[in-house]
């Protein structure tokens, strides 16, 4: 009796152990992503857009059940978890060790802001964990070596070199040639700063300014009106959005507006235009996408966000609902949760997504379409690339004192 009992235990024990090696070949509840965004600080307005298209997408394919992970045999859902950085770069790579740590992340989504990724880029490279962000154009960090490093986004030479191409489509007899550089003292800002200075000259353009300024700068007049007495007709720039408010405030005190300005970074977020109002028109700005580009699944983005927001969707919605896209498909394509076989299936990405087409160069920069946008009465306007262009650009940008106020 006590052997067959004995016998029957260990066959209860096998059967347990089987059941328990079942439910572990079943594959986790959720696929772990995470991301660390500024949700407070400096950069709080424009992230807000990167949040929200990436919880669109993911509660997207949620709802059609997840992932389909062929090691698993099932779809499974994407957990994302997302920490606040406050915009410091400090807090950033904290909270990417802590979601690697304790979340066991096999995936990271950046946040927003050119020295924010630059910091949280390497967490990634350093845990061998997929890195993919939008909402940066620093070049630079993809010139580092790294291998998990990934932005579906344009990055400095795309955007100098598109500048250039808009200005290029003007009339010659009333295009301007007058260029002033207003740079950003950090690593991003010397970066553009030397293309912008390389494509003007390959152009036939003259740099006659060029300032530069600390970030958090409050007091911008001496350089503004350097740039009047210069007689600069294009305006180049990329502050963060408190810094680009100021200046173009104090522009406006002192009456002093070029007839064309590319103001990067600072305009993304609808507050410019809250805190500006025809003050912050007829800036030309690059988020790196718009609502209008009649690319696969924009309609559909776009019905989404007007139930959410009651408008199409923002211009840095898109680049981060793609962000998802990829990244799911990378997952899917990989077959496995293996950080390694996830990165390598998106280091081979080949798909349209609401961004357009995406190909991934061997430094990590995606090959995505670059767009120009333009405030005109309050309303961001794609005026390049001319093929899906809502309006034509405003050249020269009218005074300050001559503009009818937003909603008249």
């Known amino acids: 009796m006590k052997r067959l009992l004995f016998a029957i235990a260990l066959i209860v024990l096998f059967l347990l152990s089987s059941i328990s090696a079942v439910a572990q070949d079943n594959g986790p509840e959720f696929i772990e992503w995470g991301a660390s965004i500024p949700l407070s600080g400096r950069y709080a307005g424009p992230a807000a857009q990167v949040e929200r298209g990436y919880r669109m997408a993911v509660d997207n394919i949620n709802a059609d059940g997840g992932i389909y992970v062929e090691e698993y045999g099932r779809q499974i859902p994407i957990n994302l978890t997302i920490l606040d950085d406050e915009s410091d770069p400090v807090k950033a790579v904290s909270n990417l060790e802590d979601l690697y740590s304790n979340n066991d992340v096999v995936v990271y989504l950046g946040g927003f802001g050119s020295d924010m990724h630059a910091a949280a880029a390497a967490v990634g490279e350093v845990n061998a964990t997929p890195y993919i ?90 350089l503004i009106l350097a740039m009047r007495d210069a007689d600069v007709q294009i305006l180049l720039a990329l502050p963060s959005p408190p810094d680009g408010i100021a200046i173009v405030t104090q522009m406006a005190e002192l009456g002093w507006v070029p007839p064309f300005s590319n103001i990067i970074r600072a305009p993304d977020a609808p507050t410019w235009i809250q805190a500006l109002g025809s003050n912050g028109d007829y800036v030309a700005f690059m988020p790196g996408w718009h609502n209008a580009m009649a690319f696969e699944g924009v309609d559909a983005l776009n019905e989404q966000h007007i139930e959410m927001m009651g408008r199409p969707a923002d211009p840095l919605v898109g680049p981060a609902y793609a962000t998802v896209q990829i990244t799911a498909a990378a997952v899917e394509a990989a077959g496995t949760l293996d950080r390694d076989a996830i990165r390598d299936a998106m280091a081979a990405t080949d798909m349209d997504t609401v961004i357009g087409h995406v190909t991934f160069n061997e430094d990590g920069t995606g090959n995505v379409p670059t767009a120009i946008l333009q405030y005109q009465h309050g309303r961001a306007e794609l005026v390049y690339p001319l093929e899906f262009a809502t309006a034509d650009l405003v050249y020269p940008a009218p005074p300050f004192e001559e503009r009818e106020a937003i909603g008249d």
């Open 133 to 222: 962000g939008v909402a940066f154009a620093l070049w630079d960090i993809h010139q580092q070596g790294y291998h998990y490093l990934f932005s579906p986004f344009p990055k400095s030479p795309d955007m100098s070199r598109v500048t250039f191409e808009l200005l290029n489509t003007l009339d010659e007899d009333i295009r301007p040639t007058r260029v002033g550089i207003l740079q950003e003292s950090t690593d991003w800002g010397i970066e553009f700063a030397s293309f912008w200075t390389e494509d003007a000259e390959a152009n036939g353009y003259e740099i006659v300014a060029h300032e530069e300024y600390t970030p958090g700068t409050q007091d911008f007049s001496d």
